[in-house]
């Protein structure tokens, strides 16, 4: 069975930094892109980031552009997002989440992981 694992989550202090890990798992996992979203409570959940597994194409939300950053490490079937100068409302779940299409479209991603929690505190 194919799965998605996210960790890294936790408490930081506005300014700080944290690093997610998404790691796919199952002998059969085949995804073209590999989006990462957020959804604060009593909000929708968001586009972040993705990252295509070929050429390692990127694109951000305005929101988090020239703070976060997603790469890949294909050989680890694993992708991470580097969130510096954290702010209160970066605060949220954050998923992990892939897309056989390499021009993915949020409703195009079929697979999820459980989602690890980020707060950031003022």
């Known amino acids: 069975q194919v799965q998605l694992v996210e960790s890294g989550g936790g408490l930081v202090q506005a300014g700080g930094s944290l690093r997610l890990s998404c790691a796919a798992s199952?002998?059969?996992?085949?995804?073209?892109?590999m989006g990462w979203f957020r959804q604060a409570p009593g909000k929708e959940r968001d586009f972040v980031a993705n990252?295509?597994?070929?050429?390692?194409?990127?694109s951000y939300a305005d929101s988090v552009k020239g703070r976060f950053t997603i790469s890949r490490d294909a050989a680890k079937n694993t992708v991470y997002l580097q969130m510096n100068s954290l702010k209160p409302e970066d605060t949220a779940v954050y998923y992990c989440?892939?897309?056989?299409?390499?021009?993915?479209?949020?409703?195009?991603?079929?697979?999820w992981g459980q989602g690890t929690q980020v707060t950031v505190s003022s």
């Open positions: 989440a892939a897309s056989p299409y390499s021009n993915p479209t949020p409703e195009s991603y079929d697979l």
């Open positions: 199952g002998r059969t996992f085949s995804s073209s892109a």
């Open positions: 990252i295509r597994w070929i050429g390692a194409r990127t």
